[in-house]
């Protein structure tokens, strides 16, 4: 082969070559930095859904109602018991599972009606407000933590003000609760509730700012106490 042609292949090879190297180049950065990267981000985001919801995300819009109205006041069957108190019978409670609708949670000041959910799942949080299934639900004497998003069913909740009534209708009674004041944390500061209190309260938190898209920093408390309603007896069948 004369030098002439040798020289003329060499020339070919180097234009393919200064066109497919930098493509490969430009793959393997990619394909290096997405093996090294993805790990982290699948932690972030499955960090950030635990700021928010305690379940898998789940996007169905089917849900199973259980609540029932009872009138003003009024509640299942009761039973006094030695400390002189009335409590709604244990087994006379039809206990929520996760996801149902199992109540209504009203802040009239607010303008908050919202029907309320056990668990705080996305299809909770789509069609009202849901209770972190970690916590209490009404009745029960721990802490009720309830969430929902702050550009639709907790909305309102910028308006709320220390002294405000919050009405919380089950099918076991109704109860209600004051506010106590309202306040604003981060949303890794797991100080700013007490799961393991030993008396009946409820706390409400959203996304802050209010009307911002997409998780936040921060998140906005409501904290509340115990008015009245009926506790609910855990002990099966005492005092029939």
Do not use: W
């Not at 009138?71 to 069957?77: A, C, D, W």
């Not at 244990?90 to 908050?112: K, S």
């Amino acid at each position: 082969m004369s030098d002439k042609k040798r020289r003329h292949r060499h020339k070919k090879f180097d234009g393919k070559s200064f066109i497919i190297l930098p493509i490969i180049f430009l793959f393997g950065t990619y394909l290096v930095l997405y093996l090294a990267l993805a790990p982290s981000f699948s932690t972030i985001f499955s960090a950030a859904g635990m700021f928010f919801s305690d379940n898998k995300k789940d996007y169905s819009t089917e849900y199973e109602n259980i609540f029932v109205p009872v009138s003003e006041n009024s509640t299942l069957p009761t039973v006094t018991k030695e400390d002189k108190k009335t409590y709604v019978k244990n087994d006379a409670v039809e206990y929520p599972n996760y996801g149902n609708q199992f109540g209504e949670l009203i802040i009239e000041e607010c303008g908050i009606d919202n029907k309320l959910f056990f668990g705080d799942g996305e299809v909770a949080l789509r069609n009202g407000v849901g209770i972190y299934n970690g916590s209490f639900i009404p009745g029960y004497g721990g802490t009720i933590l309830v969430a929902g998003h702050n550009n639709t069913y907790f909305n309102g909740l910028k308006y709320a003000e220390k002294g405000q009534t919050v009405v919380i209708r089950t099918s076991y009674g109704n109860y209600e609760y004051r506010i106590t004041g309202t306040a604003v944390k981060k949303a890794t500061d797991r100080t700013a509730y007490d799961l393991n209190a030993g008396y009946e309260n409820l706390i409400m938190y959203t996304c802050y700012p209010f009307d911002e898209l997409g998780l936040t920093d921060y998140r906005f408390f409501v904290y509340t106490e115990l008015v009245s309603g009926a506790p609910i007896d855990k002990s099966t069948g005492e005092g029939e």
